[in-house]
Protein backbone atom coordinates (compact mmCIF):
# COMPACT_ATOMS: atom_id res chain seq x y z
CA UNK A 1 0.00 0.00 0.00
CA UNK A 2 1.34 3.41 -0.55
CA UNK A 3 1.44 5.54 2.50
CA UNK A 4 1.25 9.69 1.95
CA UNK A 5 1.34 12.33 4.42
CA UNK A 6 -1.39 14.60 4.66
CA UNK A 7 0.41 17.45 2.78
CA UNK A 8 1.29 15.31 -0.03
CA UNK A 9 -2.00 13.70 -0.25
CA UNK A 10 -3.97 17.14 -0.59
CA UNK A 11 -0.95 18.30 -3.07
CA UNK A 12 -1.41 15.57 -5.36
CA UNK A 13 -5.30 14.41 -4.34
CA UNK A 14 -5.43 13.82 -7.95
CA UNK A 15 -2.87 11.10 -8.16
CA UNK A 16 -3.92 9.72 -5.27
CA UNK A 17 -7.53 9.20 -6.77
CA UNK A 18 -5.27 7.32 -9.93
CA UNK A 19 -3.83 5.52 -7.51
CA UNK A 20 -6.66 4.32 -5.75
CA UNK A 21 -8.06 2.84 -8.45
CA UNK A 22 -5.12 0.21 -8.81
CA UNK A 23 -4.82 0.26 -4.65
CA UNK A 24 -5.51 1.35 -1.61
CA UNK A 25 -3.23 4.40 -0.41
CA UNK A 26 -2.51 5.50 3.07
CA UNK A 27 -2.72 8.72 4.52
CA UNK A 28 -0.69 9.59 7.69
CA UNK A 29 -0.70 13.04 9.57
CA UNK A 30 1.65 13.77 12.01
CA UNK A 31 3.44 10.07 11.14
CA UNK A 32 0.15 8.75 12.04
CA UNK A 33 -2.63 6.62 10.00
CA UNK A 34 -5.48 8.71 9.90
CA UNK A 35 -7.21 6.99 6.56
CA UNK A 36 -7.29 5.23 3.58
CA UNK A 37 -8.52 5.84 0.36
CA UNK A 38 -9.85 3.13 -1.72
CA UNK A 39 -11.60 2.84 -5.40
CA UNK A 40 -15.47 2.81 -5.08
CA UNK A 41 -15.48 -0.87 -6.20
CA UNK A 42 -13.52 -1.98 -3.57
CA UNK A 43 -15.75 0.10 -1.13
CA UNK A 44 -18.67 -1.64 -1.99
CA UNK A 45 -16.93 -4.84 -1.70
CA UNK A 46 -15.90 -4.52 1.63
CA UNK A 47 -19.25 -3.33 2.55
CA UNK A 48 -21.24 -6.14 0.92
CA UNK A 49 -18.37 -8.26 3.27
CA UNK A 50 -19.57 -6.46 6.10
CA UNK A 51 -22.96 -6.84 5.63
CA UNK A 52 -22.70 -10.91 5.15
CA UNK A 53 -20.76 -10.68 8.24
CA UNK A 54 -23.46 -9.20 9.80
CA UNK A 55 -26.22 -10.92 8.47
CA UNK A 56 -24.27 -14.80 9.59
CA UNK A 57 -24.50 -13.04 12.65
CA UNK A 58 -27.84 -12.13 13.42
CA UNK A 59 -28.77 -15.61 11.77
CA UNK A 60 -26.17 -17.63 14.48
CA UNK A 61 -27.95 -15.61 17.16
CA UNK A 62 -31.49 -16.79 15.66
CA UNK A 63 -30.08 -20.19 15.66
CA UNK A 64 -28.85 -20.01 19.40
CA UNK A 65 -31.69 -18.83 20.44
CA UNK A 66 -33.99 -21.42 18.82
CA UNK A 67 -32.16 -23.73 20.47
CA UNK A 68 -32.51 -22.87 24.00
CA UNK A 69 -28.88 -21.23 23.98
CA UNK A 70 -29.31 -18.44 26.35
CA UNK A 71 -28.46 -16.70 29.66
CA UNK A 72 -30.24 -14.20 31.24
CA UNK A 73 -28.83 -10.87 31.71
CA UNK A 74 -28.31 -10.82 35.29
CA UNK A 75 -26.28 -14.34 35.23
CA UNK A 76 -23.77 -12.57 32.34
CA UNK A 77 -23.25 -9.87 34.42
CA UNK A 78 -21.97 -11.51 37.22
CA UNK A 79 -20.20 -14.13 35.68
CA UNK A 80 -18.16 -11.15 34.02
CA UNK A 81 -17.85 -9.61 37.10
CA UNK A 82 -16.63 -13.02 38.63
CA UNK A 83 -13.89 -13.39 35.40
CA UNK A 84 -12.56 -9.66 36.33
CA UNK A 85 -12.64 -9.60 40.01
CA UNK A 86 -10.13 -12.88 39.63
Known amino acids: ?42 YAQLEALKEAHLKQSIEEGIADLQAGKVSEGKSVIDKLRKRTNS
Open 1 to 42: MKILNASDAKREFGEVLINAQHGPVGINRNGKPVAVVVSASE
